[in-house]
């Protein structure tokens, strides 16, 4: 009963699936269980993803590549988008931890903002487009941003009280083994494993250089530096399979 009620809060916090109207009253301990299905809900949203680009591709995979960036962004609510802008708009200031991390929670959408969430929506559009030839890939690119948020949340040290605080430094080695596993699972069953295992390489690299760029710049890591390093996590594996998919990796 107890992992039911952390399935659904991950459900909750990460999708607007409707699995229940009621907030789920929870402890530290429920979100530390409820990160064991990150990985497992990216592979919900992947499927959801590449359902809906098929169906749009009997039409024509542009469209299909149209409907599915926008897809993405109606079941998850657009949540890590809002990261992303805030990352963009206080690192393109250039400011010291304090000015950057006070315009990152501002709720007002800078230039730098506003071109990450373009930059964002044309990477998926385009992404997915050259992807149509393999389609399937396109499930893998979820599930490795949803990974990637529980790597940050193992090796990343916590900077703030917002709702980031209840995730990171908050995932045991067993949820994080969980996730890694389905990880692979999912890799291996869209690419051939030895490309998957370099996958892996590549999500641990990037995240271990971003946890690298956020301690640096703030000390640590918020709730922001979750969204963008889920959203920069799925342009890199977009490009990684776009390299796959054109057979440029044997």
Partial sequence: MKKLKQWILAMQ?????????????AEPSDFKGAMCFFTFIGLIIGIWTWLIFQLGAFVDPLLGALLAAIAGI???????????????????????????????????????GVLALLIDFAYHLIGFYLLK???????????????????????????????????????????LFVNLVLFIGVGIGVIPWTQALIG?????????????????????LNGDC???????IEWVMLTYLIIISRGLIG
């Fill in 13 to 25: 916090f990460l999708t607007r699936i409707p699995i229940t109207k009621e907030s789920m009253p």
């Fill in 200 to 220: 892996l390489g590549i999500v641990f690299g990037t995240v271990i250089l971003l946890n690298k760029k956020f301690g640096h710049k703030l000390g640590g």
């Fill in 74 to 112: 109606w079941i998850t609510g657009g949540i890590h988008l809002d990261g992303l802008s805030d990352v963009f708009d206080g690192f393109g200031a250039n400011r010291d931890a304090k000015r950057t991390l006070e315009i990152m929670k501002d709720s007002r959408v800078g230039a730098f």
């Fill in 133 to 175: 030839d393999h389609p399937a890939f396109i499930i893998w690119v979820p599930v490795s941003a949803k990974f990637a948020i529980c790597v940050i949340c193992s090796i990343g040290k916590n900077v703030s009280q917002g709702m980031g605080s209840l995730w990171i430094e908050n995932i045991s080695q067993a949820g």
């Fill in 226 to 232: 979750l969204g963008a390093t889920h959203q920069l």
